[in-house]
């Protein structure tokens, strides 16, 4: 009497571990720019309202002097974004409207009864100082340097002095990006009808920017798109 044959097991492909371990990563840290805490940093004003730094200051979370006046500072630049704005003047209590781009510029400034300006949004890095016994603002490791990690917005001369040399190095060096230089920071002192106020200045500098530092850059543009 012949047996009766088993049918034959499937067979069982078990995934690569590295692929299962990219696969619930992916699941577990999905990052939106909703996620990314990037704290801002501002110029010390006479007339500014918070306590940390002196006028000429770079404050971190207007908490921190992180640069002090009539110093200068490496930053290494993460993103810039460009786009305008209504300027509504500090004693007009008016939400300003802001145009992304050339077209809605244009739009944005027939039908507005304000002058409409070009600013940015600068987001940078700044190493701590070696004599710096604060860290508090310099929280991230890059290197063998701790950073600081904020954002600053500018216009008018601060525009000029910050925004407007970035794209020129961006366009003269076509493969660059913002990231692949480092940048001195200082602030100026300007006036104008007897009115007196600090600003910000970069320049290029030949120091080597850490690799560390250059992949955040990408990473984060990435995500803040």
């Known amino acids: 009497m012949s047996k009766t044959k ?3 097991k499937a067979e069982i492909v078990k995934p690569e571990k590295a ?10 840290f999905t990052i939106s720019r909703d996620d990314i805490n990037v704290s801002k940093f501002n110029v010390k004003q006479n007339s500014s309202g918070y306590e940390a730094g002196s006028s000429g ?13 009539n110093t200068t500072s490496d930053i290494i630049f993460v993103d810039i974004k460009k786009y305008w704005m209504e300027d509504v003047g500090y004693e ?4 300003p409207r802001i145009a992304e781009t050339e077209e809605e510029a ?10 409409v300006r070009k600013c940015a949004d600068l987001t940078f890095l700044v190493p701590q100082p070696d004599d710096c016994e604060d860290d508090s ?4 490791a890059l290197g063998d340097k701790n950073y600081a990690f904020g954002k600053m917005f500018v216009w008018k001369g601060a525009y000029r002095g910050t925004y407007e040399k970035i794209a020129t190095f961006l366009v003269t ?11 001195t920071f200082r602030t100026v002192e300007q006036e104008f009808k007897r009115n ?20 955040l850059a990408v990473r984060m543009r990435a995500i803040l798109a």
Do not use: G, H
């Open 6 to 8: 088993s049918p034959p």
């Open 19 to 28: 692929e299962l371990a990219a696969d619930t990563e992916s699941a577990r």
């Open 57 to 69: 200051s770079l404050v971190y979370n207007m908490e921190t002097e992180v640069v002090p006046p």
């Open 92 to 95: 007009n209590d008016i939400k």
């Open 106 to 115: 244009k739009t944005l400034e027939e039908e507005s009864e304000f002058v």
């Open 137 to 140: 603002p310099f929280t991230y």
């Open 173 to 183: 060096n076509l493969n660059a990006e913002c990231e692949d230089m480092c940048w």
């Open 196 to 215: 007196r106020w600090m600003e910000p200045r970069v320049d290029p500098c030949n120091k080597p920017v850490p690799q560390e530092a250059k992949d």
